[in-house]
């Protein structure tokens, strides 16, 4: 893989030289969002919205190892997209299928370990869940970036999911309901070891959550950009880390100057 140095634009450079690389983010988190209007607005079929889709993962894999980022989130299929026209969702599963076979030799060459978050029951292709389970077993002693892939997720579903197993755990005695606290909750859920994004990135404009990460993102600064997916590249990634790096996170304390009311 080329340095930074050696591929970036002026313009990336002066981006670069703005990054304070003490504070960098060590989970980015992105709802993948505009593969349609960007398809549309070119008089393209959907299809090659997410085509191009899959190019942009590809760039900003690239991009957080480069920036040195450990852990990067994307939402590919969420529980609610199978309300989507059937040819839509089958191309979806099938450019997954085809994205993992082709990827996951260079996956492995850069020290990508691949974790998928979501229902991985039988409503997803039984291909596609033996790749998933495929790259994940291949990657699993990778560390320099965990890239998540959330596929047939949803945070209620999740959320939901971890509390049958607490309900089960209980109901067999092996728990005591009173234990319970949020450190232990995070345990049950897909996430477990993995820590809470810092910033979650949601291209094509919308200021929604859709159903993504809603435990883990109580603290992680959002941004919506116009940008669509297909269009977003290192530059984009850039821009988001200086915004997230000029905002205050508070945790609800009192940081800055102001007084509070007497
Ligand atoms: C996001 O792009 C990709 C998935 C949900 C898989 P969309 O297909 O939702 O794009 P828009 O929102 O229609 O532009
Ligand atoms: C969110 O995008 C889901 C993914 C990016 C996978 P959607 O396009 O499905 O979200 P809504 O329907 O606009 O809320
Ligand atoms: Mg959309």
């Known amino acids: 893989m080329p340095t ?14 703005q990054l304070d690389r003490a504070r ?17 607005e070119r008089g393209l079929s959907v299809h090659h919205g997410h085509q191009a889709g899959r190019a942009a993962v590809k760039r900003v894999i690239k991009a957080s190892l480069q920036l040195g980022i450990p852990y990067l ?8 997209n199978w309300r989507r026209p059937a040819s839509e969702v089958n191309f979806l599963m099938k450019l997954l299928e085809q994205a993992i076979e082709d990827e996951l030799a260079e996956l492995k060459r850069n020290g990508v370990r ?10 997803l292709p039984e291909a596609l869940v033996r790749k998933v389970q495929r790259v994940i077993e291949e990657t699993k002693h990778n560390r320099k970036l965990t890239f998540t892939v959330a596929l047939n997720y949803g945070g209620r579903a ?8 607490l309900a089960y755990e ?5 728990l005591d309901p009173h234990a319970i606290n949020e450190e232990n909750f995070h345990q049950f859920l897909y996430t477990n070891g993995t820590p809470d994004p810092d910033l979650v990135i949601r291209t094509g404009g919308e200021m929604r959550l859709s159903n993504f990460l809603l435990w883990q993102l109580a603290y992680a600064e959002f941004i919506s950009t116009p940008v669509y997916w297909p269009d977003f590249d290192r530059r984009e990634l850039i821009r988001a880390i200086l915004e997230y790096q ?10 800055g100057d102001y007084q509070s009311n007497p």
């Open 4 to 17: 930074l140095a050696q591929s970036t634009s002026v313009e990336e450079q002066t981006l670069l030289a």
């Open 24 to 40: 960098m983010p060590t989970h980015i988190a992105i709802i993948m969002d505009g593969n349609g209007r960007w398809a549309r």
């Open 73 to 80: 989130t994307v939402y590919a299929f969420s529980t609610e």
């Open 114 to 123: 691949v974790r998928v978050i979501g229902r991985l029951d039988k409503k």
């Open 158 to 165: 999740e959320i939901i999911d971890a509390v049958r197993r």
């Open 170 to 174: 209980a109901a067999a005695g092996r």
């Open 246 to 255: 000029r905002r205050e996170r508070r945790f609800g304390g009192r940081n």
